[in-house]
Structure formats: structure tokens, C-alpha cells
């Protein structure tokens, strides 16, 4: 099955600072790319849809200014969280669809930020 | 729209006895379904998926689940549990056409020596 890289898998940053989120699809052109947040012990929200090229849209009560999407090609989506918080500490996945392609979905990327 | 409700949240089993993680869900679309496992502190492993071919789908590590359209279910099973498949398991529905996926509020299986 097709293969999406997220990485880094964990990073720990300082309050105040901002952590990029790589997303990419490795062996097809991802036109859509999702981006979800999973607090403790809860499921998977929805944060932003990212099509190649455009903006994003982001789901109701998620901050844009916060958490910066830019998906520049077929295959590199970025999520970054600018000026961390310790309540942005979460669990951020990515997942990517091809043309009339079911999602597939990263590792996920666990954000501590202290 | 779509949505998907698991109908446990917590499954407690014993070792070698069968597992049944219950999901329905509804779209507009015709849906594709997926089952996901998530260790602790890990990420998304997916153990099957449905997307509108045979009905009773086969998965990784023993696990199989039906789709019924009529129940508009898609529930998991495995005939005999490890101790290793305790776990956070979620039931996944995704728009084909947009790849958006929904998902339900997990269930955690804990499985008894």
C-alpha cells in the first residue's frame, strides 16, 4: 500500500518557540492532505484540509495563525505550531489522498512542549 | 456527512477468548471503513479496511471484520485474544472521494492473563 512519512515521530520543545511537522507522501501525489490532533485518552479531531496549492481550510475553533499549514507540492504537506504552549502538547497526524484514493495515514508526531 | 459511533468504550477480555469491538456508522457516500490499533505512546497502525469489495474483510494479526450495510456496521472481531493486542482500537470512516476521515471514539481492549 502507499506509504506516508511523518516525521519527526516526537519533539520536545520550549514554550514560546514554533516546531515544524513534516508530512509526505513517499510513492504517490497526495492532492489532499488532512491534519488531525489527538488529546490524552481522546480520539482524533480534524484540524485543517490542505489541497496542493491552496489554502487551507481549517476546521471551527482552530486558530490558523496558529497552527500554519502549507502543502507546496504533490508530495510535502508542513503543519507549524508557532509559539507553542504547553496546551498544544498533542498527538498530530497526518494523513494523504491521490486522486480518488482512500487516506492514508503518518505515523503521527507527539509534541511535548515544557 | 458521516459519523461513526463505537458502541464501548472499554472491552475487557481473557486470554484466547473471542473479541468483538463494535462500530456503525452513516454516510452520504458510499464509505470506505477502516479498523485502527494505537499502542501506548505509539501511532496509527492499520489492521483492515473496507473499501466496497468483499464484505467480510481479513486483517493483520487474526482480525476480521463484516460490513453490513443493512446494520450499517462494521464490526471487529478475532476468534481468540493475545495479551499483546491490548490496545486503543478505532473504527474509521473515510468520503472516498474527499479522503476525510471520521473517527470514533476508540474503544480500549484490555485483556486478562
Known amino acids: 500500500g502507499a506509504v506516508v512519512s511523518q516525521h519527526p515521530s516526537w519533539v520536545i520543545c520550549k514554550s514560546g518557540t514554533s516546531v515544524k511537522i513534516e508530512c509526505r507522501s513517499l510513492?504517490?501525489?497526495?492532492?489532499?492532505m488532512f491534519w488531525y490532533r489527538q488529546f490524552p485518552k481522546q480520539s482524533l479531531m480534524l484540524m485543517a484540509t490542505s489541497n496542493e496549492g491552496s489554502k487551507a481550510t481549517y476546521e471551527q475553533g482552530v486558530e490558523k495563525d496558529k497552527f500554519l499549514i502549507n502543502h507546496a507540492s504533490l508530495t510535502l504537506s508542513t503543519l507549524t505550531v508557532t509559539s507553542a504552549h504547553p496546551e498544544d502538547s498533542s498527538f498530530y497526524i497526518c494523513?494523504?489522498?491521490?486522486?480518488?484514493?482512500?487516506?492514508?495515514f503518518g505515523q503521527g508526531t507527539r509534541l511535548t512542549v515544557v | 456527512a458521516q459519523s461513526v459511533t463505537q458502541l464501548d468504550s472499554h472491552v475487557s477480555v481473557s486470554e484466547g477468548t473471542p473479541v468483538l469491538l463494535r462500530c456503525n456508522y452513516s454516510?452520504?457516500?458510499?464509505?470506505?471503513l477502516f479498523w485502527y490499533v494505537q499502542h501506548p505512546n505509539k501511532g496509527l497502525q492499520l489492521l483492515l479496511k473496507?473499501?466496497?469489495?468483499?464484505?467480510l474483510v481479513k486483517g493483520i494479526n487474526g482480525f476480521e471484520a463484516e460490513f453490513k450495510k443493512s446494520e450499517t456496521s462494521f464490526h471487529l472481531t478475532k476468534p481468540s485474544a493475545h495479551m499483546s493486542d491490548a490496545a486503543e482500537y478505532f473504527c474509521v470512516v473515510s468520503d472516498t472521494n474527499a479522503g476525510k476521515s471520521t473517527f470514533g471514539d476508540g474503544t480500549t481492549l484490555t485483556v486478562k492473563p
Open positions: 510513492d504517490f501525489q497526495a492532492t489532499t
Open positions: 494523513s494523504a489522498t491521490g486522486w480518488n484514493t482512500e487516506a492514508f
Open positions: 473496507y473499501t466496497s469489495a468483499a464484505t
Open positions: 454516510s452520504s457516500y458510499s464509505p470506505s
